[in-house]
T-cell receptor
Framework: DAGVIQSPRHEVTEMGQEVTLRCKPI?????LFWYRQTMMRGLELLIY????????DSGMPEDRFSAKMPNASFSTLKIQPSEPRDSAVYFC??????????FGNGTRLTVT | AQSVTQPDIHITVSEGASLELRCNYS??????LFWYVQSPGQGLQLLLK??????LVQGIKGFEAEFKRSQSSFNLRKPSVHWSDAAEYFC?????????FGAGTRLTVKP
């Protein structure tokens, strides 16, 4: 299995622009998670899905952030408009119930 | 409230020395416990996990961790550190798919 695939690996954008991060979970996994990692706050759960349905989005920082999972093999995290404080590494992870998470390699986002 | 604490932000050890990374949790019931490692430029990799049973858990890369219920701890250990172990280590706890991470401990290995 190729593992969890995230794209792009790096994204540099200007403040105010829309940013879309993509994730392909491991086939057969029914949970998908989006995390954000910063030096100040460590690893934070943003949102997670079960069977493509958002279950808990209480970690999403504000309305500028949105996440979708149109099907079992694809999810997006969108930031519109982006701000410099959104600069972080964003991780996607997938699992099936009761199993450990499998993480992607992350997307490093820099907003200037 | 559920929480995970890794008291040490940064640890430096010499190559060949032993290592212990601390993790304490606050949870209503015994959760599932994990240690993940993040090498520079890499994603998170699972080192080991504890669900139940033997409280001493063996993982990959020579790591082990011991679950101590009385101390609400799940410390990670390695008898002899290698330079390639330099990375960020995250402790995590999970219950009913609510997973929380510690802030991480950065390990530096001196030659």
């Amino acid at each position: 299995d190729a593992g969890v695939i995230q794209s792009p690996r790096h994204e540099v954008t200007e403040m105010g622009q829309e940013v879309t991060l993509r994730c392909k979970p491991i086939s057969g996994h029914d949970y998908l998670f989006w995390y954000r990692q910063t030096m100040m706050r460590g690893l934070e759960l943003l949102i997670y899905f079960n069977n493509n349905v958002p279950i808990d989005d209480s970690g999403m920082p504000e309305d500028r952030f949105s996440a979708k999972m149109p099907n079992a093999s694809f999810s997006t995290l969108k930031i519109q408009p982006s701000e410099p404080r959104d600069s972080a590494v964003y991780f996607c992870a997938s699992s099936f119930f009761g199993s450990p998470l499998h993480f992607g390699n992350g997307t490093r986002l820099t907003v200037t | 409230a559920q929480s995970v604490t890794q008291p040490d932000i940064h640890i430096t050890v010499s190559e060949g020395a032993s290592l212990e990374l601390r993790c304490n949790y606050s949870y209503g019931a015994t959760p599932y416990l994990f240690w993940y490692v993040q090498s520079p430029g890499q994603g998170l990799q699972l080192l080991l996990k504890y669900f139940s049973g033997d409280t001493l858990v063996q993982g990959i890369k020579g790591f082990e961790a011991e679950f101590k219920r009385s101390q609400s701890s799940f410390n990670l250990r390695k008898p002899s550190v290698h330079w390639s172990d330099a990375a960020e280590y995250f402790c995590a706890v999970a219950k009913n798919n609510d997973m929380r991470f510690g802030a991480g401990t950065r390990l530096t290995v001196k030659p």
